[in-house]
């Protein structure tokens, strides 16, 4: 045991001399500048000024070493821009908070002039296109970075708003491509499976935009009634005139008889009772949960997720979008207004809601939900990616919830400056490892090399989980999958 812990703290004094001590000496000038702001970040002892790097990673590793489409190219270059403008808005940040008020200002402009460049020249897209697309998607970013700090405040770190910042903009990029310039894919399921997601997602978007409009007279569950009925109307007119007039069935049909699916969804319905039942009595009881139960619901969730991907990783990604969308219209609802739906979901969400829950939103369960999800978007060609699919599942399904329950109860001794403790570590990363091995084991993962790749994954997540200030569900997964990344080429 000393010796294991004495290599991980040599690595990480290494990383800390080499790496680390540039990146805090940044940290703290735009600690300072944003004090003399007066913007008020989520309290933690680091910015976490390093994530906005992932994502964009992530994205240029896959379209510069798999068979990507043209939209999927298209969308990691824009992220290019958006990686570039992070880095000039963390550098202005560091020497004056002036950036902050800025709207647009010349760093817009040379990051999406590189983004225009790059998909001009290197995809023989249209100057005109290239041009709108970039400089679209950088100011849309600029906008919702600001939004992010300056308005929500106590909800994001900076680095934390970086990369939902980066996640909406490519999202929302990627679907007004997808469908004003038909840029289509070959598979005829994952076309159909796009149309309904796409079609669900825009409508909460216009769902929570009502809501978000309503008068204080017209909080009300008549006017959610009316506000759900006519998004309810809108998507049946939207997917009728798409898929047809049988899209109903089709829809029913694909989701519950096609390729003997009831048993799945039983299974997944089966798992929601019991978090709905966790969730109800806990509330009932008014007893404040503690980390380790709300672990249960990592647990719960992960199970759905590993399922999904393992045995129908198509039907999974439809339930994945639309339980997406249920999750965003239940935190719309809590801060609606709109009695008693607002005051029950409160109350559940002050017994469960986590330290780091402190500001406008509720973004803990949404950023779990998204980081067991967002693989299924990211890595293309899923027939031999089931460990990088597997990414979000193993990283804070098992990894995470592990760590924090085996600490909890038999950690003793605590990192340098940080409540997780050592023996969480090694569970953290022996739990990934064991979970790989009974995949194979009952021949549910057939990925080369998983087990190796596994451990790689696990080491490097579970050091980044005893160390960052961040929340674990944003950064673990996308850290984990740039690992596997990695891995992936190495063999």
């Excluded at 089931?386 to 804070?396: A, Q, R």
């Amino acid at each position: 045991m000393p010796s294991l812990r004495t290599l991980f703290q040599l690595i990480l004094d290494q990383l800390d001399s080499k790496l680390i001590k540039p990146i805090k000496c940044i940290e703290r000038q735009v600690s300072m500048n944003l004090q003399e702001a007066d913007i008020k970040t989520r309290p933690a002892n680091a910015n976490g000024l390093w994530c906005h790097i992932l994502l964009p990673v992530i994205l240029l590793v896959y379209t510069c070493f798999d068979k990507v489409s043209l939209l999927y190219k298209i969308t990691s270059l824009i992220s290019v821009g958006l990686l570039s403008y992070c880095m000039l808005f963390i550098l202005f940040l560091s020497a004056s908070n002036i950036v902050l008020k800025a709207p647009v200002y010349t760093g817009c402009l040379a990051s999406s002039l590189i983004a225009t460049v790059i998909l001009h020249v290197f995809l023989n897209q249209g100057l005109l296109f290239s041009i709108s697309v970039t400089s679209t998607s950088t100011v849309l970013f600029a906008w919702m970075l600001r939004l992010c700090i300056v308005e929500c405040h106590s909800t994001f770190t900076l680095g934390e708003a970086m990369i939902v910042s980066q996640g909406l903009v490519l999202f929302t990029a990627m679907s007004v491509m997808k469908f004003l310039f038909e840029m289509h894919s070959d598979d005829d399921e994952m076309e159909f499976i796009s149309v309904i997601v796409f079609t669900i997602l825009s409508t909460l978007g216009l769902i929570v935009t009502a809501l978000y409009f309503l008068k204080d007279t017209q909080r009300n569950l008549k006017s959610l009634g009316y506000i759900v009925g006519s998004a309810a109307i809108f998507v049946l007119l939207i997917l009728h005139s798409i898929l047809g007039s049988d899209c109903l069935i089709v829809i029913i049909h694909y989701i519950f008889i096609k390729e003997n699916r009831l048993q799945i969804i039983s299974f997944w319905i089966l798992l929601l009772a019991l978090a709905v039942c966790a969730l109800f009595i806990r509330t009932k009881l008014a007893v404040k949960a503690s980390t380790v139960t709300r672990k249960t619901f990592h647990v719960l969730a992960s199970l759905v997720f590993l399922s999904g991907i393992i045995f129908d990783i198509n039907l999974m990604m439809l339930a994945a979008g639309i339980g997406l969308g249920v999750l965003i219209f239940v935190e719309a609802l809590r801060k609606s207004g709109i009695e008693p739906i607002s005051s029950a979901l409160q109350s559940a969400f002050l017994v469960y809601c986590d330290e780091k829950d402190c500001g406008m939103f509720a973004m803990t369960p949404i950023y779990l939900y998204v980081g067991l999800a967002f693989p299924l978007l990211i890595v293309p060609n899923h027939e031999d990616r089931e460990l990088e699919l597997l990414s979000g599942v193993l990283s804070i399904g098992v990894g995470d919830t592990a760590a924090s329950w085996f600490g909890s109860r038999f950690g003793f001794n605590k990192w340098p400056d940080s409540n997780r403790t050592f023996e969480g570590t090694i569970f953290n990363i022996l739990s990934q490892i064991g979970t790989v091995y009974a995949l194979q084991l009952f021949g549910a993962l057939r990925a080369r090399h998983a087990l190796s790749r596994a451990a790689l994954s696990a080491c490097a997540g579970a050091l980044l989980e005893a160390r960052t200030a961040q929340v674990d569900n944003l950064v673990l997964p996308l850290a984990a999958l740039a690992t596997l990344q990695l891995s992936r080429l190495l063999y």
